[in-house]
């Protein structure tokens, strides 16, 4: 109720001071009938007016705002996959044994329409990802979370990422998994065990991680056709991809 007490006092102030306008307008005139007509002939608009503010206006502003904040968010986004996401799904994904069905299924993705992409991206993001690790690779992956730590804390301390539920909750997955492996001394030497735990970790960032590339890649083909073409000559899920332009 508090909350509100400030808009309930303007909304009081207003009507005190109408009111005495309209006094102050029949002491000099003496005509109630002009005062009347006037007034009822605003109230008859007035249902309109709040059509035009409220429906119209307002939702214009509203998908202007969102345009923006979308925009704002793939930046984000965008920030993240080229300081470590991109590298961090090379490393996943070469553990996965399908991933020779994405490499193919990407081959010369910059030709197809962005119908054609959409439909890849869609049929990608819904698949069941799964990884095998080694002992080595996460005393590997140990040491590149651990260069993007500062990077996870700037991007969780955003509050544009809040409106972005599935990227939050990737953040909060990597950020997971970089602290259970911050806190193994000697990866290589763990019990079976704990190894099974870590590739839980990290198979929910995989499975986390992937679909979002896959969605920025949508973004990036229908806004951005350079960046496009850099990250799908870069392709993550291809081990021999490279930036060099070969046609």
């Known amino acids: 109720m508090h909350g509100y007490r400030w808009q309930l006092i303007t909304g009081a102030a207003l009507l005190t001071l109408s009111a005495f306008m309209y006094l102050v307008h029949y002491a000099l005139f003496r005509d109630s009938h002009h005062i ?26 509203s998908r202007m705002e ?8 793939n930046m984000l986004i965008g920030v993240f996959f080229s300081e470590i996401g991109a590298s961090l799904l090379a490393r996943l994904s070469a553990g996965d044994p399908d991933a020779q069905k994405v490499r ?4 010369g993705a910059h030709h197809k329409t962005d119908a054609e992409f959409r439909n890849i991206c869609k049929r990608f993001s819904t698949r069941e990802y799964a990884t095998e690790m080694n002992r080595e690779e996460p005393e590997e992956l140990k ?14 301390e955003n509050p544009t990422l809040l409106e972005h539920e599935s990227f939050t909750d990737l953040l909060m997955a990597v950020a997971h998994l970089s602290e259970e492996l911050s806190h193994r001394v000697n990866i290589k030497e763990l019990p079976e065990a704990d190894l ?7 198979k929910r960032v995989y ?13 990036l083909k229908s806004s951005y056709p350079f960046l496009f073409s850099l990250a799908i000559r870069t392709n993550p899920f291809d081990s021999n991809a490279s930036a060099v332009v070969k046609e």
């Open 36 to 61: 009347f007509s006037y007034l009822i002939t605003d109230l008859a608009f007035l249902p309109v007016e709040v059509f035009l503010v409220t429906m119209v206006i307002h939702q214009l502003f």
């Open 66 to 73: 969102a345009k923006a904040r979308l925009e704002k968010l």
């Open 104 to 107: 193919v299924e990407l081959a």
């Open 143 to 156: 040491v590149l979370l651990a260069s993007g730590r500062g990077l996870f804390v700037q991007l969780m």
């Open 196 to 202: 099974k735990h870590l590739n839980g970790d990290i």
């Open 207 to 219: 499975c986390a991680l992937a679909p979002e590339w896959f969605s920025y890649m949508k973004h």
